[in-house]
């Protein structure tokens, strides 16, 4: 199993910016892609962001190409979110999540393990 704990979400004023970060721990954390996604009341859970193993590969969804930026530190087992230019439609719990394979992957169901999910509030 892998365990993952997101923190640094809150309140914030549109126009700003929050870091969200997602630490790993548990079994051998190897060769895990890594996403984010997010879940605003009544709306399914939607896919915000993801990265390989390698770095190499990342994926944004278009509602925040540009604003949001993944990245990962492998040798501390964790990734982060840089969020900027947040807008009130940006607030949602937001949720860490592995995959058991290297490639990125964009629906929740391709991904395996989840955090509990930290609430970022975005105010007008």
């Known amino acids: 199993q892998v365990q993952l704990v997101e923190s640094g979400g809150g309140l914030v004023q549109a126009g700003g910016s929050l870091r969200l970060s997602c630490a790993a721990s548990g079994r051998t954390f190897n060769n895990n892609a890594m996403g984010w996604f997010r879940q605003a009341p009544g709306k399914e859970r939607e896919f915000v962001a993801a990265?390989?193993?390698?770095?190499?590969?990342?994926y944004y969804a278009d509602s925040v190409k540009g604003r949001f930026t993944i990245s990962r530190d492998n040798a501390k087992n964790t990734v982060a979110l840089q969020m900027n230019s947040l807008k009130p439609e940006d607030t949602a719990v937001y949720y860490c999540t592995a995959r058991r394979t290297s490639l990125p992957g964009v629906t929740p169901n391709q991904y395996d393990y989840w955090g509990q999910g930290t609430q970022v509030t975005v105010s007008s």
């Open positions: 990265i390989s193993w390698g770095g190499g590969s990342r």
